[in-house]
């Protein structure tokens, strides 16, 4: 996406054409940064940068204030964190999650711009490669976010103005001050289900009203891990009311349409590029060349289509935006995870963010959610990606500084070759291109094909293991069935023996209980028993002491007493009393 450097109007500069713009990771031609520079550098390039990720919450729609909708999410800004409410099994959860910035619905514009966004801007200035984009829900304000309100008709700045409008005033307010020579170009594409159009690209009356003047160009690979858009046009500027305009023209020419949650959703995802040449003169009077680069990026929102109420055409274009999106959050998750394989190439969005992902660009997410508890599952999805690519580590270098002879040189090279181009097209009917870039072109086709070989024999490999697996579970529900049968049998028989067993347990504790009360009858009959025997053996003790005493008596009472009637009538009293006494 690097492209051309223009002549700044009354200024000395050269141009430079799309594969000679400055990258960090091209060949020094001469480094003219101080020491302490190297330093920051290495030490960003060894330990690298987190991603700065802001979450902006947007205020409740006119709508959503009519019907009460209830608010789910709150916002410290303070403490820059952001709770989420979530009712589950009725049972209230709270979710907290912790971002570098938290800006609430009562946020406005400017404050937004000057905490968080002013400082890239800065680095840009400094020569590095700066990316924000902003990531979320459709209908969370992500467009208002980049974008902001148009301009009033007198011109003048507008309070509610958006990242990229603030941006270009502070770019030129700072090289305004410094009364710096510059040269500054911008471009702005849309990718639309996973094609490419320069917004840019003039007029043409053959097309159909339609299409919006949009052609669809080509993404390329650089040779260096980078990629960049063939055909791209670029505007040269040199006001900030240049570039307003540019943004107003090719905004136009955005895809949106009318959805349930966005009365103007964009069907499209959008990348607005500045950058900017400044020249600097080192103390032996050598001329260089410092080089920046910020990309602006509104994505298209995720959107459920059931709510949104997306049908055919516009369900497509849905699907498309939630693909990539899709593919950005398995990106995202990769690198987190430090995956071995990171899908950049399943999507071109993810090609075209390549750099400010895990690359050597400072990077800024603006992720944007809506506070009402009908968005708070897409909520709660956005907040965990953002939360996820705080983890993400860059490894931003200053682009390289340039001699300014370099830069002549390489533009002879440029200019030779499209010489050879113009000639090639002078010279045919038709289109045509030069021997060399056509034998290029064919060596890609070339090797593409034989990729494309290779994959179509990988694809019919994991078919074949993707029907052996099915195979493989399909017999493994059939023995689950059968486990499952012989399971619910298992658990009848294992309730019958249950109740069996609680009524013997019944049985057992019945015939304990009659035991125990035997036992206790048995001890006190052999308790009675005993005492009774004690009883006989005491009363027969008693009796025979009795009885010797009687016969004592009776002997002394013979001799002692004559016979009489008293006598015996005596003896006949102590038979009775000795025979009542004597045991049964």
Known sequence: MESSQHQRRGGGFVSLSPSQTPRSNDKPVRDLRSGDSN????????????????????????????????????????????????????????????????????SQQKELFELAVSPIVNEVLEGYNCTIFAYG???TGKTYTMEGGARKKNGEFPSDAGVIPRAVKQIFDILEAQSAEYSMKVTFLELYNEEITDLLAPEETTKFIDDKSKKPIALMEDGKGGVFVRGLEEELVTTANEIYKILEKG???????????????????????????????????EEMIKCGKLNLVDLAGSENISRSGARE?????????????????????????????????????????????????????IATVSPSIHCLEETLSTLDYAHRAKNIKNKPEINQKMMKSALIKDLYSEIDRLRQEVYAAREKNGIYIPRDRYLHDEAEKKAMAEKIERMELVSESKEKQITELQELYNSQQMLTADLSEKLGKTEKKLEETENALFDLEDKHRQANATIKEKEFLISNLLKSGELKYDLRKHLLSVLLNSEKSLKTLLQTSQICLPRSKGRIKLRMEIKHLSRSSSPS
Do not use: W
Request: glycine share 6%; with cysteine; proline share 3%.
């Open 313 to 365: 055409g516009r369900a497509r274009e849905a699907g498309e935006i939630n693909k990539s999106l899709l593919t950005l959050g398995r990106v995202i998750n990769a690198l987190v995870e430090h995956s071995g394989h990171v899908p950049y190439r399943d999507s071109k969005l993810t090609r075209l963010l390549r750099d400010s992902l895990g690359g050597k660009t400072k990077t800024c997410i």
């Open 251 to 285: 905004s136009a020419k955005r895809r949106t349409a009318e959805t349930l949650l966005n009365k103007q959703s964009s069907r499209s995802h959008s990348i607005f590029s500045i950058t900017i040449h400044i020249k600097e003169c080192t103390p032996e009077g």
């Open 39 to 106: 330093s920051s550098s290495k030490h960003d390039k060894d330990k690298g940068v987190n991603v700065q990720v802001i979450l902006r919450c947007r205020p409740l729609s006119a709508e959503e204030m009519r019907i009460h909708t209830p608010v789910v999410i709150s916002c410290n800004e303070s403490r820059r964190e952001v709770c989420a409410v979530q009712n589950i099994a009725n049972k209230q959860i709270d979710r907290t999650f912790l971002f570098d910035k938290v800006f609430g619905p009562s």
């Open 137 to 139: 829900q459709t209908g």
